[in-house]
C-alpha cells in the first residue's frame, strides 16, 4: 500500500507567456509506515509536489496513485482514496474560521457522516494529542490563542480526520524555537504511537534530519537525491547544488574526523556527537 507518483509533470499557466514547468517527470513511491521529508530551497517544487499527493492539484501528465486508486478517477473509489491523505498547509491557522476551537476540529470529522458520539470522542482524542486540554480550550475561539496553539488547533483538526497518509508543508514556520520543537515532538509521537506515514515538508535539514527514516531533495523541480539520511548527507555537493547543507552537526563531526579525532561522523543529534567526541578525547588523553 502506498501513494505512488509516475511520470508526473505540473506546468502552471499553460501556453501563456507566464507558463512554468514546477515539477518535471516525477517518479516516486512513498510506502506505509514511512517518515519522509522532503527538502529544498523555495521554489524547488516542494509544495507543488505534495499537492499532487491528496489530489489538489492533477498532473500535467503522469498519475498519482493511493493504495492504487487513481485520485483523479471519477468514481466513489478515488474520493475515498483522498480522504485517506491529510494536509496541514503552512500557516495553517489562516484556515481557521470557527467559533470555538472545538467546532472547528470537529468540522471535518461532521463532513464525514460520523455520528455526534464519534466526533467527540475524535475533537478530544486529537485536541489530547496536541497538548490542549478539552476542558480548558474547547468552547474557547481559536483566535484568542497564541500562534503555536492557533497552529496545533489546525493541526488537530485534521488529525481529527484519522488519516492513513498525514502531509505537513512546513508545520514550524514563523515559530520560535520553543514552538517549533513542541509541534516535531508531537509528529514524532504521533507517528511512533499510530504507525501512520508522514511526509513532512521543509527547508532545513537539520530539522529533518533528526526525525525522517527517508529524505528526498528537490532541485528544479526534479528529485534531486533520495535515500536514508546518511545516504543524502555522503551527497555534500549534489546537497550544495540543490541549495540545502548537511546538518551542522554532521558537518562539524566530519570536520573532527578528517582531522584525526577518531570519531562517528554519521551522527544525527547533538547528544550523540557529544557522546562520541568525549569519548575520542577521552582515549586521546589517555594516550
Not at 517518479?27 to 505534495?50: C, Y
Request: aromatic fraction near 6%.
Amino acid at each position: 500500500m502506498s501513494i505512488s507518483l509516475k511520470n508526473v509533470t505540473y506546468t502552471y499557466m499553460p501556453k501563456t507567456p507566464f507558463e512554468k514547468t514546477a515539477i518535471d517527470t516525477i517518479n516516486l513511491e512513498i510506502q506505509r509506515g514511512e517518515f519522509v521529508a522532503i527538502i529544498g530551497h523555495t521554489g524547488s517544487g516542494k509544495s507543488t509536489l505534495v499537492q499532487h499527493l491528496n489530489g489538489i492539484l492533477k498532473p500535467t501528465q503522469g498519475t498519482v496513485t493511493v493504495d492504487g486508486v487513481d485520485l483523479h478517477d471519477k468514481k466513489a473509489a478515488a474520493k475515498a482514496a483522498r480522504s485517506k491523505v491529510g494536509m496541514v498547509f503552512q500557516y495553517p491557522e489562516h484556515q481557521l474560521f470557527e467559533e470555538t476551537i472545538y467546532a472547528d476540529i470537529a468540522f471535518g470529522p461532521k463532513n464525514l457522516g460520523l455520528t455526534e458520539d464519534e466526533i467527540d470522542q475524535r475533537v478530544k482524542r486529537a485536541m489530547n494529542f496536541v497538548g490542549l486540554d478539552f476542558d480548558q480550550y474547547a468552547q474557547r475561539s481559536p483566535f484568542q490563542l497564541s500562534g503555536g496553539q492557533m497552529r496545533r488547533v489546525a493541526i488537530a483538526g485534521v488529525i481529527a480526520l484519522e488519516p492513513e497518509y498525514l502531509i505537513l508543508d512546513e508545520p514550524s514556520a514563523g515559530l520560535d524555537p520553543r514552538g517549533r520543537d513542541e509541534i516535531f515532538q508531537e509528529i514524532v509521537q504521533l507517528y511512533q504511537s499510530s504507525g501512520i506515514t508522514v511526509i513532512l515538508v521543509s527547508h532545513n535539514m537539520e530539522d529533518v534530519a533528526k526525525m525522517a527514516t527517508r529524505l528526498i531533495v528537490m532541485n528544479g523541480g526534479k528529485v534531486s537525491l533520495d535515500g536514508s539520511p546518511l545516504e543524502v548527507f555522503r551527497e555534500p555537493e549534489k546537497l550544495k547544488t540543490a541549495g540545502v547543507d548537511v546538518p551542522p552537526v554532521t558537518a562539524l563531526l566530519r570536520l573532527l574526523k578528517l582531522r584525526g579525532l577518531p570519531i562517528d561522523d554519521s551522527l544525527l543529534t547533538i547528544d550523540e556527537a557529544v557522546a562520541t567526541i568525549t569519548t575520542a578525547l577521552g582515549e586521546r588523553k589517555e594516550c
